[in-house]
């Protein structure tokens, strides 16, 4: 599974095509020159965004029922970010922000994240893609920051979103279907 969402993630970025590469990506070499442009293109031409985190649903057929018990499952917290919509429709982000984990201990986290949007019409879209990100975590290498790379999808009405990921694990770890919402000014 991992290695299809790898090339998802190749196939999605080299089939970009740059008629106007900024003058620092141009040092990059060209088959990663879209790994500066499109964040730099966020960056500069995006769209102002809130992010509300809301809920972490940890999945009951991966947890023992007192393991549960001890987690938090409110997710509260907020940041800001950049979203862009491209030639294609399809859209980019750069965010940060923060939210309670698991163990109701402050989470920062920040990336980019690419969606493949499907519109249903001019107010409603959905998307998938994935977000490649560092966060931080005192249960997880005594909060030194550390990269990660998710799923992400999202169902868009205007400019409210409902989006979530799904991370991964084994028994009694990960497993947790993460929730926010964004608006976009």
Not at 24 to 36: D, M
Not at 144 to 172: C, D, E, H, V
């Amino acid at each position: 599974m991992r290695r299809y969402f790898l090339l998802f993630i190749s196939v999605t970025i080299s089939q970009t095509v740059y008629s106007d590469v900024p003058e620092h990506c141009k040092a990059w070499p060209e088959w990663l020159q879209p790994v500066c442009q499109r964040p730099y293109e966020t960056w500069t031409e995006g769209s102002l965004e809130l992010y509300v985190p809301g809920y972490a649903w940890h999945n009951r057929y991966k947890y023992d029922e007192e393991k549960i018990n001890t987690y938090n499952e409110w997710a509260f917290g907020g940041g800001l970010g950049k979203g862009f919509y491209d030639e294609k429709g399809d859209w980019h982000s750069l965010y940060a922000f923060i939210f309670l984990e698991s163990h109701a201990k402050v989470e920062p986290i920040a990336g980019y994240a690419f969606l493949k949007m499907f519109h249903f019409n001019d107010t409603t879209c959905a998307g998938l893609g994935f977000t490649v990100f560092l966060t931080a975590r005192p249960d997880i290498l005594n909060n030194a920051p550390f990269p990660g790379i998710l799923p992400w999808a999202s169902l868009t009405y205007r400019k409210f979103a409902l989006m979530g990921t799904y991370i991964p694990g084994s028994q009694n770890v990960g497993n947790v279907l993460f929730l926010l919402t964004k608006y976009t000014f």
